[in-house]
């Protein structure tokens, strides 16, 4: 039992989350404060729910980037609609609209993937310029800052607010708790569904679970409802947090989804990945973000270290298993000797 | 011998061309050029501008760059990879080559040399593509890394290593002598056309006459096989991404020769994926790859995006539209060719 | 009356022309034990698929448990209480053994909610049933072949089946573990349920079968009381001819000859353990053994794949250490995989360049660039010396049959002109013409001067064309029979331990 948690990817993680912080706490004694924690989980938030929506597709064992532009596509969209309406109310309907919009535009994924057999990244390499053209031409490509009068304030609306001697109030929002929820019904679902199953069996053998009955074609549909909600949802409360709409929110940024939840122990060939792991895997890359800072590399150069740093933590797992070939035994190696 | 009568040497030998005619037409090169064709005719005559000289030097001095880095997208394509670091490549050998003609050279040789100029731009940028590809091909080919996953880091730290030497702004200033290249004509056409055709030549050459080529599609066709035909499968991918990355790095230059900088950003999100979409539609895949198909692909590309340029002009925001399109696009390719490969298996 | 628990009747199949099954009758009873055998192509696998519902039949009808069906889909298959254990075993590789057991009662109950104590009950009883016993934690990916097939056929009980059907089930099992099968095959049949065994090994079959069905050509040709057939029998009608009796063995003596390879307590961890022989030139080499004998090991050691530890490799008697396949290459080594679809042949490629494959290097002109004419004449001369059959060289190697792609998967390995070549099964997957023709040309090869090892599990192909036989056992060799000592008996005995 013991051995399980050792050899398992999360805990990997969990050891570098440590290091850093200790790295970090070394360079910046300041670091070891509740607000550092509130810091972290802030820039966390946002990230934490796309890699949730992507998670679940990750397992079924494709790579997808449209997840940002239908966020994108989403969360402007709503903003649009309801603020050239004259809406004046609060959150809750921008929330639900901009999920039915997310939902929605992901069954373009689910359909060309399941009717036509395309495969998964190319056809969100395809759709990820789709919908970033789709928006800011149809929608609109200005930069909004007007905000509703129910909804004016929902930024600064804080779950635990502690004074720091440093920096003064530290807070943390209530969105933290949509994270919470948002990871603990996904891990049931992944965990005590059928469903749920479903998508780590597809993830480990399509052929298989198409044979044992699981009906493929809807739990794929599935995954990626998934991740078209949880991207509008990432996309609402992002706005919101930094009190701007912006069409071209996300844009770049999936790669940095992508490698937090690798980190977090999902396989590129699919059938492994979980919440937890999840959740540290953003953190980490969010703590490189921040070591950067604090070492004090110029602004130039983070994209540099970043990529460095993701070079060589993509590397580790292939680099696990040649070691392991040289050292412990030759029989991964060949499949012919049977 | 028996003789045969005219007649039936008639009839066979108009047999054997019906069948020739039925085998071209099925061929993919044969449909693009149609398509290409068909696109043209039709631009000229909803758009009077389009078929005019200026207008037709225009793109071939614009498709260049995204043709010459259809190719370098193209080789990894064909052992089933891909290499998303290739623009990150183009600019980062622009803004070296670029630093190197701004600093150095000058110090050197006055101005006035602009083919030593020229020459050294090149070679500079050829190495540090040839250095970028090496990277690239160790991870993929040694480490075993996915190439999808190795290339998008690769092209964060590219890109990174270019925002860094640049500090995010564009690189100005350089030599004259540098845009030569990239705004020159001979007889009419437009220099860096003619160092299109020339690298697709060379290309053509690699992959249809060379051992590598014939390794490359092995590899494409079936890995292990290869392996145990005695191809160093690993040596290949590493020529693979270095060939990208050369192509990639002469791309960049073509890029900086005709804006006269270069900088961290050109042709970032667009590119790749025309690059992709002209693989795509060239029926480029694991095993099978046609310079001719590419070369036609991207001619068919330029195209439509000069004449949809037309059409859209006064329209704000058409660059979005264009994207727009090119989703669309490539996933009707994509469908397109789902059931034409469909119709070979069943036959 | 016995019960029936299939019947199919005048069951024909065609795939675009060709006929895969045509007018097949057969039937199973409760209980019964019964052998499909016939030669690749014959259409057992067609059968299969259309019993499970995979396929459907042109014609005909089949009656599962007395109910007539002309269509059957996989899902009604399985409720009727067929399955069919593939050669993946239908296991998700990253699950645990746990939940690869009770996956299919789960699905088959419409649940969505899972609940885990339940499934390791199911697990549990699923494995106690067949007198098994394994971690139902581990992940299933981790675990040897032998024990992914013991859940896969505990999973076949637990779905209540009245019919399992295998395919090929001892492909990849050591003796030990194919005892083992048998005894909870006959488990099986005590609980009466019935098994449809399909294999090609026909001393097994008169091992395990009650009854045996032999296919050629799409047709049922043998239907009959196991032991009312002998081997001669049972090939005669597979194959639809005598056996070959004529040896093929070398007449020359070859003992003044100074060996062509000398291998001198070969090592390799794990695999195989001080192998020491000689091969002299003009000499054809069996080596034989169980799965787990390290044969195969050996195999891909002399040819680069898996370098040896320790021990010393010879060539015309001079050191060499093969670590790489480019070395092997360049000592003129050669070899022929044993899974020729995976390993060996690129379907979607020409004749030509599949034929060209090993020899790229060579066929250049002063350039450097390809000489395109060397190649077509390369191609040209094996296609000849092979007889293979094609309209064109250019045509890609997928329309060829199974016994020529064989010769061009041979042909690419002589074109770079070995003087050792080491051919692993090669006759497996090939139609008999072409295996009688193979094996003919690997004793002209040997009598123009190569030394040949031929790796095979197929006795009888050994006997007649192997000079010398190499049976290896866990890894070391155990016996060396000369070639006045070879018969089938003794090998037979030799290799069950039985001596």
């Known amino acids: 039992m013991f051995r399980k948690i050792y050899s398992a990817n999360e805990f990997v993680t969990f050891i570098i ?322 | 011998m028996k003789k045969q009568n005219n007649v039936e040497n008639g009839i066979n030998d108009w047999n054997s061309i019906v069948n020739l005619i039925k085998n071209v037409i099925k061929t993919q090169t044969f449909l693009l050029l149609t398509a290409l064709l068909i696109l043209f005719l039709v631009f000229s005559i909803f758009e009077e501008s389009f078929f005019t000289r200026r207008s037709i030097t225009s793109m071939l001095f614009q498709l260049p760059e995204f043709g010459i880095l259809s190719l370098a997208m193209m080789i990894p394509m064909m052992i089933g990879g891909d290499d998303l670091s290739i623009v990150s490549t183009a600019n980062l050998s622009a803004i070296l080559s670029g630093f190197f003609s701004v600093k150095v050279l000058p110090n050197i040789l006055p101005e006035e040399y602009s083919i030593i100029y020229i020459g050294s731009i090149f070679l500079l940028s050829m190495i540090v593509g040839c250095i970028t590809g090496l990277f690239n091909g160790i991870l993929v080919g040694y480490i075993g890394a996915n ?116 900088s961290y950003q050109y042709g970032a999100s667009t590119y790749i994926l025309l690059t992709i979409l002209i693989g795509v539609l060239a029926g480029v895949v694991s095993g099978k790859g046609s310079v001719l198909n590419v070369f036609v692909s991207v001619l068919i590309l330029q195209v439509i995006s000069t004449g949809f340029h037309m059409m859209l002009v006064g329209i704000r925001g058409s660059s979005f539209f264009k994207d727009f399109i090119w989703g669309i696009l490539l996933i009707v390719i994509f469908i397109i060719n789902h059931y034409r490969e469909k119709m070979k298996k069943l036959s | 009356m016995e019960k029936e628990i299939l019947r199919v009747e005048n069951i024909s199949k065609s795939f675009g022309g060709v006929k895969a099954l045509e007018n097949i009758n057969l039937n199973i009873k409760e209980g019964e034990i019964l052998c499909l055998v016939g030669e690749n192509g014959s259409g057992k696998s067609t059968l299969i698929k259309i019993i499970s519902g995979v396929y459907t039949a042109d014609q005909g009808d089949i009656y599962i448990n007395n109910h007539l069906y002309k269509k059957i889909k996989p899902i009604e298959s399985i409720k009727q209480g067929i399955q069919v254990i593939y050669q993946d075993f239908s296991l998700f590789p990253n699950l645990s053994v746990a939940e690869n057991l009770a996956i299919n009662k789960q699905i088959s109950s419409g649940k969505n909610i899972v609940n885990w104590k339940e499934f390791r009950q199911i697990a549990q009883r699923g494995l106690e049933d067949i007198n098994v016993s394994l971690n139902l934690d581990a992940e299933v990916g981790s675990l040897s072949t032998a024990d992914r097939q013991l859940i896969a056929i505990s999973k076949a009980v637990m779905a209540e089946a009245k019919l399992i059907i295998m395919d090929e089930p001892t492909t990849a099992l050591t003796q030990q573990e194919i005892s083992s099968l048998f005894r909870i095959i006959f488990e099986l049949k005590k609980q009466n349920i019935s098994i449809l065994f399909v294999s090609h090994k026909l001393n097994e079959i008169t091992e395990i079968a009650d009854r045996t069905i032999i296919f050629r050509n799409g047709r049922k040709v043998m239907d009959k009381n196991a032991k009312e057939l002998s081997i001669e029998s049972m090939e005669f009608h597979m194959t639809g001819r005598k056996l070959m009796s004529r040896n093929l063995q070398s007449s020359k003596d070859l003992s003044n000859v100074s060996p062509l390879l000398t291998v001198e307590k070969l090592t390799l961890g794990g695999k195989f353990n001080d192998i020491s022989f000689d091969l002299k030139p003009g000499e054809v080499l069996g080596i034989t053994g169980l799965l787990g004998s390290g044969r195969n090991e050996l195999a891909l050691s002399l040819y680069g794949v898996l370098p040896a530890d320790s021990g010393s490799v010879r060539i015309n008697c001079s050191d060499v250490n093969i670590r790489t396949i480019q070395e092997a290459k360049k000592l003129h080594i050669g070899y022929v995989p044993k899974d020729r679809i995976r390993d060996g042949i690129f379907l979607a490629q020409s004749i030509e360049n599949n034929i060209s494959a090993n020899s790229i290097d060579r066929l250049i002109n002063k350039f450097h660039l390809i000489d395109k004419q060397k190649k077509e004449t390369l191609a040209d001369k094996w296609i000849n010396d092979f007889s293979i059959k094609t309209p064109s060289r250019k045509l890609a190697a997928f329309s060829l049959s199974g016994g020529n792609q064989q010769r061009v998967v041979l042909a690419k390995s002589l074109a770079n002109e070995p003087i050792l070549l080491i051919l692993n099964s090669p006759t497996v997957g090939v139609d008999v013409g072409s295996k009688d023709e193979i094996l003919n040309l690997i004793r002209d090869l040997a009598n123009d001067g190569m030394g040949i090892i031929l790796i095979s599990d197929d006795i009888p192909e050994i006997i007649r064309t192997c000079d010398r036989i190499i049976l290896m056992q866990n890894g070391k060799v155990k016996n060396i029979f000369l070639k006045e000592e070879i018969n089938q008996e003794k090998l037979n005995n030799a290799m069950v331990g039985k001596y």
Not at chain 1, 289 to 306: E, K, M, N, Y
Not at chain 2, 187 to 195: A, D, E, N, W
């Open chain 1, 17 to 338: 989350i440590l290091l850093i912080s200790i790295f970090i706490g070394l360079i910046n004694p300041a670091f070891f404060s509740i607000a550092s924690i509130f810091d972290v989980l802030r820039s966390s938030i946002v990230y934490i729910i796309l890699a949730l929506g992507l998670l679940p597709v990750m397992i079924v064992g494709g790579i997808d980037i449209s997840f940002v532009a239908i966020g994108a596509l989403s969360a402007y969209s709503t903003h649009m609609l309801l603020i050239n309406n004259g809406y004046e109310g609060g959150v809750f309907l921008y929330y639900i609209i901009a999920c039915s919009i997310g939902i929605i535009a992901s069954f373009l994924n689910s359909i060309l993937t399941t009717k036509f057999n395309l495969n998964i990244f190319n056809v969100s390499l395809a759709l990820y310029i789709m919908w970033f053209g789709f928006v800011r031409f149809f929608v609109g490509s200005k930069r909004s800052a007007t905000f509703p009068e129910g909804a004016s304030n929902f930024y600064s609306k804080f779950l635990l607010t502690v004074k720091d001697p440093f920096v003064g109030n530290s807070n943390l929002h209530i969105s933290i708790l949509f994270v919470v929820i948002i990871g603990l019904v996904l891990m049931l679902i992944l965990r005590y569904t059928t469903f749920g199953r479903g998508i780590y069996a597809i993830g480990g053998d399509r052929d298989v679970a198409l044979r044992t009955g699981f009906k493929v074609n809807r739990i794929l549909t599935g995954s990626f409802i998934i991740m078209g909600g949880l991207a509008a949802f990432a996309g609402i409360t992002h706005s919101f947090l930094i009190r701007l709409f912006d069409p071209t929110m996300f844009l770049g940024d999936e790669l940095d989804v992508i490698a937090a939840v690798v980190l977090g122990g999902a396989s590129i060939n699919g059938g492994r990945g979980s919440v937890i792991g999840t959740f540290m895997g953003v953190i980490v890359i969010q703590l490189i973000h921040r070591s950067i800072i604090l070492i004090g590399i110029p602004v130039t150069w983070q994209d540099f270290i970043v990529g460095f740093i993701l070079i060589i933590f993509i590397s580790i797992p292939y680099l696990k298993t040649i070691i392991k070939e040289k050292l412990v035994d030759k029989k991964v190696a060949h499949e012919e000797t049977k």
């Open chain 2, 147 to 262: 190439s999808i996953l190795v290339t998008l880091s690769t092209l964060t730290f590219f890109t990174g290593i270019s925002i860094g030497l640049t500090k995010g702004s564009v690189l100005i200033g350089l030599p004259e002598s540098i845009g030569l290249i990239g705004s020159e004509s001979i007889l009419g056409i437009p220099i860096s056309f003619l160092i299109f055709v020339v690298v697709s030549m060379v290309v053509f050459i690699i992959l249809n006459h060379t051992p590598l080529g014939f390794k490359i599609r092995m590899m494409g066709t079936n890995q292990s096989a290869s392996k145990f035909s005695g191809i160093n499968n690993k040596k290949i991918i590493i020529k693979i991404f270095i060939i990208s990355g050369i192509l990639s790095s002469i791309s960049g230059i073509l890029i900086m020769s005709r804006t006269l900088s270069a």
